[in-house]
């Protein structure tokens, strides 16, 4: 019985406009009592539903579903291959990390593995670096509504994390929107001292922002010069991952 439940979620992925019981029936080679009690569960369940004219869709427990798997193990297999590249590209450390609501949770990361830098930066996975962090909140607010943004930061004030860091709300929107336009968001020392990071975000299904992927590298030698050279694959690399998860 449940061979014959994926089977018939199979033909209505296929179906634009759904089908009715005596298709399914027919293209199961079951009998109309037998696929009505399968239709119920599943239907019960939001997995299918009953459209225009007595046909039958995907329901919306299967996008739920579609969508967990994309923020979770479909985002790990897309990412880590092209995080190897970036790694081996830079030199440097690269971290993919999940947004939450305040902040972005490290879930991967990957070193160059190779001799070219006897010191890399390192974080360890389930790491929470906050919302406005450098890179990670213009790219996180560049995702919102503007006024969103402006309501976000008349209740949150941007810390000082170094003597670099941006507190001035209206040069900080003004850095969203330059991430909002290229893509990227670049931090020179603003969140960590001597240490410069270039991050680009990854979406999802409806367009939805579900994951940041980043370079970090201490700013002696992930200069302006390896960022920009580094910014480029990045920004590539997120592209095709978030092409990869349904994103337009």
């Known amino acids: 019985m449940v061979d014959r439940a994926f089977r018939l979620l199979d033909l209505l992925s296929t179906s634009e406009e759904g089908l009715t019981l005596s298709d399914l029936a027919r293209a199961l080679d ?26 039958y869709v995907l329901g919306p427990r299967i996008y739920d579903l579609a969508h967990s798997y994309v923020r979770h193990a479909g985002l790990r297999h897309f990412a880590l291959p092209a995080m190897h590249r970036l790694a081996t590209l830079s030199g440097e450390t690269v971290l993919l990390g999940r947004v939450e609501q305040n902040g972005v949770r490290i879930i991967e990361r990957i070193e160059d593995e190779s001799d070219q830098a006897a010191l890399r930066i390192s974080a360890r996975k389930g790491t929470r670096v906050p919302l406005l962090a450098a890179a990670i909140g213009r790219l996180v607010l560049a995702s919102w509504p503007e006024e969103r943004r402006h309501q976000f930061l008349q209740k949150h004030p941007l810390p000082r994390y170094t003597d670099r860091s941006i507190t001035d709300p209206a040069q900080f929107l003004a850095s969203v929107e330059e991430a909002a336009r290229t893509g990227l968001g670049i931090d020179h020392e603003e969140y960590l001292v001597g240490v410069n990071a270039v991050a680009a975000p990854i979406y999802g299904l409806n367009q939805t922002l579900i994951s940041l992927i980043w370079i970090v590298g201490f700013s002696s030698r992930f200069n302006d010069e390896a960022m920009q050279r580094a910014a480029q694959q990045l920004r590539l690399e997120a592209e095709t991952i978030s092409k990869a998860l349904g994103a337009e």
């Open 30 to 55: 079951m009998s109309k009592g037998s696929i009505h009690g399968l239709l119920k569960t599943l239907e019960n369940s939001h997995v299918i539903e009953l459209a225009g004219e007595r046909r």
